[in-house]
């Protein structure tokens, strides 16, 4: 039981997409809770509503086709949902911010990357452009970007993907968030300097004391972040629990094969196939019947091609979206 104060906490959040092909339920009756200065793991395959999550928490969903059409999210108990633009405005990019996948299409080209952060914190802040620039010139030595006030005048193509990621990074921290959204920040990045993100984002969350909401398909990026870890599969929660619980005893279906379809490396060399999850992943406009994850459970049964599962709480604070949940 965590008795850190909850910062954020979402209920039954439903997010739908109105296509000419047909309705997308890409959030369907998620929730999530964040304490303060957490570290919350979201992890699914891709088309699961990770991104679509966190950008109903940060109100940036297109409308068409996107229409957030229930559920709550509350931020330091007030829901955010019932805020009117310039409310939401006001919290967006200065209590709640967000670090998007890919740098190179959310920095603008024609602004060096020191106008476009210097915005940002005269946005929030309302300080002069001096102290702005002073501000953000400390934001990228925090971020580790050598020589910054030469950095302060360089374009965002002047900079290779890990110090486009790090100018991202430094852009989200420069109002001092209480929440960290990061949405697959290291996807692009070779695994060194996935690493070397990873460890500044661990040691700048441990400066600050925010909390991080981490949006990634990689287990691994997780497993070395995160305190609590949510599994999503086609729009809903499918398994909560501490990391060290879904390592230890994952009690999903779903949840248990994205483990085994981890690489084990050995000594011995073995010419086994490395297990994967049966089937597809369901088309969004055609969901089936009953449990979402039941056309590629090996262990569905009639009752779980009929009803869809509620979540249960098999352990404290291990909650389960399943009628078979599996034996630790």
Do not use: W
Not at 54 to 65: E, G, V, W, Y
Not at 101 to 107: D, F, N, W, Y
Not at 216 to 229: G, R
């Amino acid at each position: 039981m965590d008795n850190r104060e909850v910062l954020v906490d979402i209920k039954n959040l439903r997010t739908f997409f109105y296509t000419e092909d047909g309705v997308v339920p890409a959030v369907d009756g998620i929730d999530l809770t964040i304490h303060q200065g957490e570290v919350v793991g979201l992890v699914g395959e891709s088309g699961c509503g990770k991104s679509v999550t966190a950008l109903s928490i940060m109100r940036l969903i297109p409308n068409p086709p996107g229409k957030i059409i229930g559920g709550q999210i509350f931020f330091h108990g007030e829901d955010l949902l019932k805020k009117n633009e310039e409310e939401i405005r006001l919290i967006r990019g200065d209590k709640i911010s967000m670090i998007f996948q890919e740098p190179m299409t959310s920095l603008n080209p024609v602004y060096t990357i020191g106008d476009q952060i210097s915005e940002a914190i005269t946005l929030h802040q309302k300080i002069h452009a001096t102290e702005a620039k002073k501000r953000t010139i400390e934001m990228l030595h925090l971020v580790g970007i050598p020589e910054p006030e030469q950095r302060f005048s360089q374009y965002p193509h002047e900079m290779s993907g890990g110090m486009r990621q790090r100018v991202m990074i430094a852009m989200a921290l420069s109002s001092n968030p209480e929440l960290l959204i990061s949405d697959e920040a290291t996807t692009a990045l070779d695994v060194t300097i996935q690493a070397q993100i990873l460890d500044l984002m661990r040691g700048l969350q441990k400066k600050l004391g925010m909390a991080i909401l981490i949006i990634t398909h990689n287990l691994a990026v997780v497993a070395e972040m995160a305190d609590t870890i949510n599994i999503a599969y086609a729009g809903k929660i499918v398994e909560s629990a501490s990391a060290r619980e879904v390592f230890k005893s994952p009690r999903h279906p779903y949840t248990y094969g994205l483990l085994k379809s981890i690489p084990k490396f050995t000594e011995k060399r073995t010419n086994e196939p490395l297990p994967a999850i049966e089937g597809m992943v369901p088309s969004p406009y055609h969901m089936p019947k009953g449990c979402r994850f039941n056309p590629r459970c090996p262990f569905a049964t009639e009752k779980c091609r009929e009803e869809e599962p509620e979540i249960l709480e098999l352990t404290p604070g291990h909650l389960v979206r399943c009628f078979h949940p599996i034996e630790p």
